[in-house]
């Protein structure tokens, strides 16, 4: 898993969001090191939601605007789980070898 | 709603026309929004970031709705296709070269040994990399490709004449390398039923036999030209029709288009180099959109 998508699974997971807060959460979560634009938020999403990952949660319209809201589904909450177990493994073992443990 | 923030939404929305229509309709007023969120305040017209970004995702989308989301797949199905039914016609060609040495043999024609046993061996060597490809037996159809550069470079061993290596690099290789392709990629193609599968080899196979009987040595040949319509009229159905055209023409198009470089006066040389790519071109634009229309359906 790539990870700008990972850390949409991961901006999910606090509660629903929409396109934006999604994009200020990833940002925020990375220290701004990871910013993703609107296109590839939405290629995520609809990949994400395929697998079904993530789910809409509401629409809202707001002076002529459309905000949906998205959030994991069952699914994407486990995939999440495992993938930060995997994630935490491998940061784990490099924190052995640099600390000379390894 | 400020001018700024007007004028920076009509440049939204004419990038947003790089996007097909139908993700437009379900995604456009979403995308809207959130690139006008993003925006920096009293911004007139969009970042470089975000165009390219969105050129980016455009494309995708494009992609992904013309070929029904698996590029791969497609890719990888018409690669294997093409592998087959290229070993299936170098079986024949080969089978029928074996039988003009043994004419040469009886005849008491004095008949090189190296060429004897490679012209021998390639029909073999064929078959193995024709059942290891239908098998999906990746690690087979390469071993078999190698043992056929082999071959090939032993027959050119044979051939009389200074450019001997020359004539490798023209005829095996080219004559491989679809193997060689079909090989590395056909193992991520999805599995088909059996009887489609011997339909169209079937099919394929007995349109090559045609076109080559007809056509000869001639690849000029109205013959040659009358198989490949029909190969492109099949291929509207099915894009393995088009791999396999592709496949009859790789056998002369090497040559043709290095006859093409050595007499760049000669138009009808490079006219013929040309012919597969374009009609490849042409032919995957119609199958994506026949895929396009198929996914829009369902």
Redo the contacts between chains.
């Keep these: 898993m790539q990870e700008p998508t990972y850390l949409v699974l991961v901006a999910l997971g606090e509660k629903p969001l929409?396109?934006?807060g999604i994009?200020k959460a990833v940002e925020t979560l990375s220290d701004g090191r990871v910013k993703i634009?609107?296109?590839?938020?939405?290629?995520a999403l609809d990949r994400l939601a395929e697998l079904d990952q993530v789910e809409l949660d509401r629409e809202e319209t707001e002076?002529g605007?459309?905000?949906?809201y998205y959030r994991l589904t069952r699914t994407g909450r486990q995939v999440l789980a495992e993938e930060t177990a995997v994630r935490s493994r491998y940061v784990a073992r490099a924190l052995a070898i640099l600390e000379g443990k390894g | 709603?400020s001018s700024d923030d007007r004028r920076l939404e009509v440049w939204y929305r004419v990038l947003l026309r790089l996007y097909p229509r139908e993700y437009r309709q379900r995604?456009g007023?979403?995308?809207?929004?959130?690139?006008?969120?993003?925006s920096p305040p009293n911004a007139t017209r969009p970042s470089a970031?975000?165009v390219?970004?969105?050129?980016?995702?455009?494309c995708?989308?494009r992609l992904k709705l013309a070929t029904g989301g698996n590029v791969g797949r497609m890719v990888a199905d018409g690669a294997r296709w093409a592998g087959l039914f290229f070993c299936a016609y170098a079986v024949l060609r080969n089978l029928y070269e074996v039988w003009w040495l043994a004419r040469c043999l009886a005849a008491g024609f004095p008949v090189d040994g190296l060429l004897t046993l490679s012209t021998g061996l390639e029909p073999a060597a064929f078959c193995l990399a024709f059942i290891a490809l239908w098998q999906r037996w990746r690690v087979g159809a390469l071993a078999s490709a190698t043992l056929l550069v082999a071959l090939g470079a032993l027959r050119a061993l044979s051939y009389p004449g200074p450019d001997n290596w020359g004539f490798v690099l023209r005829m095996a290789l080219p004559q491989t390398l679809p193997l060689f392709a079909a090989a590395l990629l056909e193992t991520r193609s999805a599995p088909r039923a059996k009887p489609e599968r011997i339909a169209h080899l079937v099919a394929v196979v007995g349109l090559l036999a045609v076109v080559k009987t007809f056509a000869g040595h001639d690849t000029h040949g109205v013959a040659l030209v009358a198989g490949s319509v029909a190969l492109v009229a099949l291929g509207l159905f099915d894009p393995r029709f088009l791999a396999a055209l592709i496949v009859l023409r790789s056998n002369t198009d090497g040559r043709m288009l290095i006859g093409a470089l050595e007499r760049p006066w000669d138009v009808r040389d490079l006219l013929a180099a040309m012919i597969p790519p374009l009609f490849f071109v042409a032919l995957t634009s119609i199958q994506c959109a026949r895929a396009r229309e198929r996914m829009l359906r369902t």
Aim: aromatic share 8%; proline share 0%.
């Design positions: 929409h396109g934006y994009m634009g609107a296109g590839t938020l939405y290629a002076g605007r459309v905000r949906r | 709603m995604r007023e979403e995308l809207v929004t959130t690139l006008l969120d993003a970031r975000s390219f970004d969105l050129l980016r995702a455009a995708l989308a």
